[in-house]
């Protein structure tokens, strides 16, 4: 049984900053990709930002520039840099691992930028 437990959420006022970690625990091999998506009140769930097992990252426009994926596949952990931080990231971010044919969510961390 895999487990993904976020941390690091928070409010922060807009121009801040945070650091999202999500650790992984139990049975994993073979790590594909990981990936940080967001849900925010109302909207439907985004994707943010991915890194695969190759260290290929991928970023949403919105987030360009301003968000830095990082994984740490020894620790079984994932991060997610915010800087630049605005009041439209406010979202429960969650993070996503898949293991070759599954995936493995989250259970969420709240964001809230102040403006």
């Known amino acids: 049984q895999v487990q993904l437990v976020e941390s690091g959420g928070g409010l922060v006022q807009a121009g801040g900053s945070l650091r999202l970690s999500c650790a992984a625990s139990?049975?994993?091999?073979?790590?594909?990709?990981w990936s940080w998506y967001r849900q925010a009140p109302g909207k439907q769930r985004e994707l943010v930002a991915q890194i695969t097992s190759r260290r290929t990252t991928h970023y949403a426009n919105f987030v360009k520039g301003r968000f830095t994926i990082s994984s740490d596949n020894a620790k079984k952990t994932v991060y997610l840099q915010m800087n630049m931080l605005k009041p439209e990231d406010t979202a429960v971010y969650y993070c996503?691992?898949?293991?070759?044919?599954?995936?493995?969510w989250g259970q969420g961390t709240q964001v809230t930028v102040s403006s």
């Open positions: 996503n691992l898949v293991l070759g044919v599954r995936d493995y």
């Open positions: 139990g049975s994993i091999f073979s790590i594909s990709a």
